[in-house]
C-alpha cells in the first residue's frame, strides 16, 4: 500500500469526516502520517473536535506576533507555550468559514479561562486577524469560503493587505458562501469581496444566503463582478427575504447560461430577472424553498430534477414545468401544504407528460385512486416515498382499506428498490404491503 500513494490519498479523501479514523491512519507509519495529517487540517474549524487545537497554529507565527500574543495572554492569565510542531498546519487549510473561526475561537478562551466574558472583545479579535493572516501567508489554497460577519468580527485592514500579496489564497477557491454582513462590517466585506473577484475564476458554486435590501451599492456590484468572472459556474442558490429587487445578481447569471446546472431558491419571490434561466442550456435541477411558484408559468425550460418544498403551490404554473420538461423529468420532491386543494389535477398532469420518473417523493398527499394510477404508470421508478394524509380515512372501512392497499402493492412497479412510507396512517399496513409487493424492494 505504501507503493501506492494516489491510491492511499484517495482512500484517506474519503475518510475526511472520520476525525477518529484519520488519526489512527497517522500512527500507522511515516507515510501514512504525511497523507493523513493534511486532510485532517483541511477544515479543523467545522468539526466538532474541541478547540485546543488552535495552539498547534501559535507555533508557526512570526516572532514579533508571538511575543505580542504572549503578554496579551499572560495578561489575562494564560501562560501558553508555543513549542515546536512536526508540521506547518496552516498551510493545510483548504475550508474557511469565518463563523466557524470566531466560534472555535472564543471556546479555546472559554476553556483556557473560567471567567472568559472579559477576554472576549479585542483579544478575540486580535487572535482571529493573527491566524486568518497565518493562513494566508503560511502558502494555503482554499476551495472553499464561507464569509459570515457577526457583530463583533473587527478584521484589521493588515488582513487586506497579506491577500493582495498572497494571490493564491483565494486563487483555487470552487465553493464561495455569503451568509449576513452586519451595518459595520460592510467595508470589510466589500473589500474581502473586491479582493476575491480579482483573485479567482474557478467558483463552481456561489451561495449567497442572506441578501438584504440594506446592503451597501458596491456589495451588489461586486457580487456581479463575481458571478461573472468565473469560468464554469454550476450551482448557484439565493436567499432572499423581504425584497422583489435583486439589484442585477440574478440577471448576471447570463454570463453563465453555457455551464449552470443547478439553482436553488429560498424565500424569494420571482421577478422578470429570472427569465434569464431561460437562456440556460445546461441547467437540469431546480430547487425551491418557501417561494410562490406561480410565476415559473413564465420560464421556458426542461429540467430533470424539481422539487418544490413549503411553497404556494399554483396547479397550473406546476403542470406547465411538467409539460415542458416531459419525459426528461426524473426526480421530483413535492411537499404540499393543508390548503393545496388541486391535487388531482397535479398528478393528473404528472401522469400525462412525466413517465421517466425514477425518484418520486410527496408529501402530505391523499391516498387516491389517481395517486395510485401514477405511481403505476412511473414504470422506470426506483425510489418512493410517500407522506399520505389522513383526511376521510376513519370514515373508510378496514376491510375496504387492506383491499386498497393490496391493489396498491401489486402495480407497484418492477424496478422499485426503494419504498418509505413515512410515519403515516399506511405504516400498520407495511406486512400487507410487503406480502403483495412484486417489486424487489432492498429497502421498505
Known amino acids: 500500500m505504501g507503493d501506492m500513494p494516489e491510491l492511499m490519498e484517495n482512500i484517506l479523501n474519503n475518510l475526511n469526516n472520520e476525525i477518529c479514523s484519520l488519526y489512527s491512519c497517522a500512527l500507522v507509519s511515516r507515510h501514512w502520517c504525511k497523507m493523513a495529517i493534511p486532510i485532517l487540517w483541511q477544515d479543523p474549524f467545522s468539526s466538532d473536535r474541541r478547540p485546543l487545537f488552535i495552539s498547534k497554529y501559535f507555533s508557526s507565527l512570526g516572532e514579533d506576533d508571538k511575543f505580542i500574543l504572549k503578554e496579551s495572554l499572560e495578561e489575562r492569565g494564560i501562560n501558553e507555550e508555543f513549542s515546536n510542531t512536526l508540521f506547518d498546519y496552516a498551510r493545510f487549510l483548504k475550508v474557511l468559514d469565518l463563523l466557524n473561526l470566531e466560534g472555535k475561537v472564543s471556546k479555546w478562551i472559554t476553556f483556557k479561562l473560567i471567567d472568559s466574558e472579559f477576554f472576549y ?28 460577519f457577526s457583530q463583533s468580527l473587527e478584521l484589521k485592514p493588515e488582513i487586506f493587505y497579506t491577500l493582495g500579496e498572497n494571490k493564491q489564497f483565494f486563487s483555487r477557491i470552487q465553493h464561495f ?14 473589500t474581502l469581496l473586491r479582493i476575491l473577484a480579482k483573485n479567482t475564476t474557478k467558483i463552481n458554486t456561489i451561495e449567497l444566503n442572506y441578501l438584504d435590501s440594506d446592503y451597501e451599492p458596491q456589495i451588489y456590484h461586486t457580487l456581479i463582478y463575481i458571478i461573472k468572472s468565473q469560468e464554469q459556474l454550476r450551482l448557484f442558490r439565493l436567499t432572499r427575504y423581504y425584497s422583489m429587487e435583486f439589484y442585477g445578481v440574478i440577471s448576471a447569471l447570463e454570463s453563465q447560461k453555457n455551464s449552470l446546472q443547478e439553482v436553488i431558491l429560498y424565500s424569494c419571490d420571482f421577478n422578470a430577472e429570472f427569465e434569464v434561466f431561460n437562456n440556460c442550456k445546461k441547467l437540469e435541477t431546480l430547487r425551491i424553498i418557501y417561494c410562490n411558484t406561480k410565476p415559473l408559468k413564465l420560464l421556458d425550460y426542461k429540467i430533470s430534477t424539481l422539487e418544490v418544498i413549503e411553497s ?57 385512486q389517481q395517486l395510485v394510477e401514477l405511481i403505476g404508470n412511473l414504470q422506470k421508478l426506483q425510489f418512493l416515498s410517500l407522506w399520505c394524509d389522513d383526511v376521510g380515512v376513519d ?3 378496514d376491510e375496504v382499506l387492506k383491499t386498497r392497499v393490496i391493489q396498491f ?36
Open 121 to 148: 472583545g479585542a483579544e478575540k479579535n486580535h487572535i482571529i486577524n493573527l491566524l486568518f493572516k497565518l493562513f494566508i501567508e503560511s502558502g494555503a489554497t482554499l476551495h472553499k469560503l464561507v464569509l459570515d
Open 177 to 190: 458562501s455569503l451568509g449576513v454582513i452586519y451595518g459595520n462590517n460592510i467595508e470589510s466585506a466589500t
Open 312 to 368: 404556494e403551490i399554483y396547479t397550473q404554473s406546476m403542470a406547465l414545468i411538467f409539460e415542458k420538461s416531459g419525459i426528461l423529468l426524473q426526480r421530483l420532491k413535492l411537499e404540499l401544504n393543508e390548503e393545496f386543494q388541486d391535487e388531482l389535477l397535479l398528478l393528473e398532469a404528472l401522469k400525462s407528460f412525466c413517465p421517466n420518473i425514477t425518484y418520486l417523493s410527496i408529501q402530505e398527499i391523499g391516498f387516491s
Open 395 to 397: 370514515d373508510i372501512p
Open 409 to 444: 402493492s401489486k402495480i407497484l412497479p418492477l424496478t422499485l428498490q426503494y419504498f418509505n412510507l413515512g410515519d403515516t396512517w399506511l405504516e400498520p399496513y407495511t406486512d400487507i404491503l410487503f406480502n403483495h409487493c412484486n417489486a424487489p424492494l432492498k429497502k421498505m
